[in-house]
């Protein structure tokens, strides 16, 4: 079975803190992307990573940054938390020619007081 | 823009009835279509998509889709719900330009009462 593995389930930061997000993937998938899901708006994609160090921003990247030095893993950066960045984060990988098919980690659920 | 919507919040529905839930979508070009599921405390998973051909496509758990292109539409369904299949329920489209970007509807929670 396909493991997209997020390091946290659940974290509470303070403003300002600086928050890092981890996400590992076992199946050799060239494409990373993290998202963020909050009621009513669905998911909205953060960052993407269709390779070794390449990275592309996605709808909503202020305040966020990221980091793939290795194929495997795909980090989330929070430079400098603030309250409305609490939300839940969900990392996913895929395969660059299976359209579509994306495979989800359990989430991180982020609270920054 | 391309953009999804998923006009309802909440569907309700009775063990055994059918069920659907409704997705449109706004893309250039064709559209490539996809349902995932989220169930409490995890993550998404895929359901079924919408590539070409067949307009009825199947997918896991008993659900199908059916695209329909003079509506827009793309709509989930199940013949009989089960009390399991209450979930999360995600419509999305993928952004032309590859890298399999996807745009995610807003959700549309669906509760299967016994």
């Known amino acids: 079975d396909v493991k997209v593995t997020q390091s946290s389930r659940y974290l509470v930061k303070r403003t300002g803190e600086k928050v890092f997000l981890e996400c590992v993937q076992d199946?050799?998938?060239?494409?990373m992307f993290w998202y963020r899901q909050d009621p009513g708006l669905g998911l909205r994609l953060i960052y993407f990573?269709?390779?070794?160090?390449?990275?592309e921003k996605g709808d909503i990247p202020e305040g966020y940054s990221v980091s793939r030095e290795k194929k495997e893993r795909f980090s989330l950066i929070l430079e400098s938390a603030s309250t409305n960045q609490t939300s839940m984060y969900l990392c996913?990988?895929?395969?660059?020619?299976?359209?579509?098919?994306?495979?989800f980690g359990e989430g991180s659920r982020l609270t920054v007081l | 823009a391309q953009s999804v919507a998923q006009p309802e919040d909440q569907v309700n529905v009775a063990e055994g009835n059918p069920l659907t839930v409704k997705c449109t979508y706004s893309?250039?070009?064709?559209?490539?279509l996809f349902w995932y599921v989220q169930y409490p405390n995890r993550g998404l998973q895929f359901l079924l998509k919408?590539?070409?051909?067949?307009?009825l496509v199947k997918g896991s758990y008993g659900f199908e889709a059916e695209f329909n292109k003079s509506q827009t539409s793309f709509h989930l369904k199940k013949p009989s719900a089960l009390v399991s299949d209450s979930a999360l329920y995600f419509c999305a489209v993928r952004v032309s330009g590859g890298y399999n970007k996807l745009i995610f509807g807003a959700g549309t929670r669906l509760a299967v009462h016994p």
């Open positions: 996913a990988s895929s395969f660059r020619s299976r359209t579509g098919e994306l495979f």
């Open positions: 893309v250039s070009g064709n559209p490539y």
């Open positions: 199946m050799d998938h060239e494409n």
């Open positions: 919408y590539i070409t051909g067949d307009n």
């Open positions: 990573s269709y390779d070794v160090k390449m990275k």
